[in-house]
């Protein structure tokens, strides 16, 4: 049983990371004023309406998270009695990923992307570490993020490969997010939907792909069991030996 929570904890503790790399490289999309990603599109709409007073005021990672409890009822809607509750486990990354979107949105603050070999730069970058975050989200193996469980699910119902469910929902969360523009800006909001959009879609899979063979340390990484009471015990030996006594 410890071993089994150790596992989890270690487990959890990477996949955390793995979802700061994934909000890094979305933050840095969104900052290229170049085309936001996929998973983003429409909260970024959603954000910059709110801005406007045009929509509630919430952020781009609490719009994000809005997004993701309407995937998993989606989800749920489609599957119904196929529908495992340990899939419930989503609206919880969900949030994390929303959190840490927001998080690192702050951080990236600083970058102000005004010509075009800096836009290009920084959607090359932020499609980049995103790649990075899927791989090693994705090689964690835990519950899967809303944006993957939703094409999934379409997936199981219908027997449609997965690429192509997958294509077909990122197609229609970028068709949502034109029209949201239009409705709320009566134009099309090239900083969001843009090319480097269309880039995203392909080159983020392209990375994953690559890294697809290449993470061999990761899963030593994730095998790998900390001993959480042997560090305990060697602090408390060394603070012992190093104290003062009167």
């Known amino acids: 049983m410890k071993e089994k929570i150790v596992s989890f904890i270690w487990q959890h503790l990477l996949l955390l990371i793995s979802l700061f790399i994934m909000t890094l490289g979305v933050a840095i999309c969104v900052r290229s004023n170049f085309g936001s990603s996929v998973i983003s599109s429409i909260p970024f709409v959603m ?19 809005i997004m993701n409890i309407v995937l998993v009822f989606g989800q749920f809607l489609i599957l119904r009695r196929r529908f495992e509750p340990v899939q419930l486990l989503q609206l919880i990354i ?23 070999f800096s836009q290009i730069g920084a959607q090359v970058a932020g499609c980049i570490i995103l790649g ?13 993020m809303p944006g993957e469980g939703f094409p999934a699910a379409i997936s199981k119902y219908s027997g449609m490969p ?24 009566h134009g099309w909001l090239w900083n969001v939907i843009g090319p480097g959009t ?8 392209v990375v994953v792909k690559f ?18 009471r042997r560090y305990l015990f060697g602090l408390a030996r060394f603070l012992k ?3 003062i006594m009167p």
């Open 198 to 205: 269309l880039f995203a879609m392909f080159f983020v899979g």
């Open 94 to 116: 969900g949030f994390v990923f929303g959190f840490l979107l927001d998080v690192n949105m702050a951080l990236s603050s600083f970058l102000n992307c005004e010509s075009l």
């Open 162 to 185: 997965f690429p192509k469910a997958k294509i077909i929902v990122d197609i229609s969360l970028v068709v949502i997010a034109v029209i949201l523009g239009f409705v709320y800006f």
């Open 47 to 65: 954000t910059l309406a709110g801005e406007a007073a045009k929509a509630p005021r919430f952020t781009i990672g609490e719009y994000t998270y």
């Open 132 to 144: 990075i975050g899927i791989a090693l989200e994705i090689r964690c193996g835990s519950v899967t």
């Open 211 to 228: 890294l697809h063979n290449r993470l061999g340390w990761f899963d030593r990484l994730l095998a790998y069991r900390p001993g959480f």
């Open 241 to 243: 030996n190093n104290s």
